[in-house]
């Protein structure tokens, strides 16, 4: 069965959903994630699917986000309140995959970025190959990690996701392990065995016995070096610290720094913190559902996306210059009740 960029399919007891967008990396836009929503509902209470997987028809991404060009062309046309609805319906298949009663395996091959973290970093079984490249880069476009990958990033180790928080740095597979975004490498050409075996036997017996990749260490290297940097009362701290440090990382920190939105970066900032404060993924996603209806009426997040995907010419023209302070009072403001809440949890809590 097709649904335009979905296939979904059957094979013994396994369920399939394999995003089928190519040239656009996988980018979910609102039919994708309304597809995807009806298909898990369908199979939530069929008994003959024990095992729902997640996979992509292309090697190059599993998913690189939401589709912000279509959001960005909703604009002028529809209005900010278009944009929150499409982000709403994200957020909660996103509640909806963290609690499924079911085991859910993702294939996260190749670029998993934003809403891509979004639709299989939270599932029960989060697969990643050698050729995996995982990160949270939406400061570059003046919104906030989300998609619940300001809950992944507060959990990591040390201040690891603080740092990938406000740079948008980006992992590989073993990366993504030692953060907690991933549970295990495997090659990307057993794939397709692993998913026959999907079919047949149960999820957690497939993925103890499937082939791996050796993880070593997460790659990380100066960890101390880092949590010494980033264990810090603000940004400008950091900043400091960063031009005072002669390490490569330092130096490309502050380079990712040098494109983001400054604005952004102090949201993500502040939202890392508040975000290990709060004791589940529905309550992060409340808040970043909050920060995300904020930063889409300022006119950053236009200029983010024009600039990146739009002209391409990376030069965005951000309200709050590098050298300007970032106004603290319109910060917080940005974590003020939306209007509109996502009504989590969307699946009774007895099933989660």
């Known amino acids: 069965m097709t649904h335009e960029t979905l296939r979904i399919s059957r094979q013994g007891h396994l369920g399939r959903i394999t995003l089928d967008r190519p040239r656009a990396l996988n980018a979910l836009d609102i039919g994708m994630i309304e597809g995807i929503a009806a298909c898990l509902e369908r199979w939530r209470g069929d008994r003959d699917v024990r095992t729902i997987l997640l996979d992509s028809t292309t090697p190059r991404a599993f998913c690189a986000g939401g589709d912000l060009r279509a959001l960005h062309a909703l604009l002028p046309t529809d209005g900010v309140a278009a944009v929150r609805a499409v982000f709403r319906a994200s957020y909660r298949l996103v509640s909806v995959l ?44 003046a ?35 030692a953060c907690g975004f991933a549970d295990r490498m495997v090659p990307s050409g057993d794939l397709e065995q692993v998913a026959a075996d999907l079919a047949r036997h149960p999820a957690g017996r497939v993925l103890d016995l499937a082939p791996r990749v050796p993880v070593a260490d997460g790659g990380w290297g100066d960890m101390a070096g880092v949590d010494a940097v980033y264990d810090a009362p603000d940004m400008q701290v950091v900043t400091e ?3 005072a440090c002669d390490a490569p990382w330092a130096r490309d920190d502050l380079a990712a720094l040098a494109q983001a939105d400054p604005f952004a ?17 529905d309550m992060v996603l409340e808040q970043e559902f909050r920060l995300v209806c904020a930063l ?10 024009r600039a990146r995907l739009i002209d391409r010419d990376n030069a965005p023209c951000w309200s709050c210059g590098a050298d300007d302070v970032v106004p603290v009072p319109q910060v917080e403001a940005c974590f003020a009740p939306a209007a509109v809440s996502l009504d989590l949890p969307v699946l009774p809590i007895s099933q989660g």
């Open 98 to 141: 963290a609690a499924y009663p079911k085991p859910i395996v993702s294939f996260m091959d190749g670029i998993a970025m934003g809403g891509g973290i979004g639709l299989g970093g939270h599932v029960r079984h989060r697969i990643v190959t050698e050729r995996s490249v995982l990160a949270m880069p939406e400061v570059a476009i």
């Open 143 to 177: 919104l906030t990690p989300d998609a619940g990958g300001s809950y992944l990033l507060s959990r990591a180790p040390g201040l690891s996701g603080l740092r990938l928080a406000v740079t948008g740095g980006r992992m590989d597979g073993a990366q993504a392990i």
């Open 241 to 243: 610290r960063l031009h």
């Open 265 to 281: 970066v102090e949201v993500a900032w502040r939202a890392f913190f508040r975000a290990r404060a709060l004791p589940n993924l």
């Open 296 to 305: 889409v009426a300022r006119p950053d997040f236009a200029e983010g996306v």
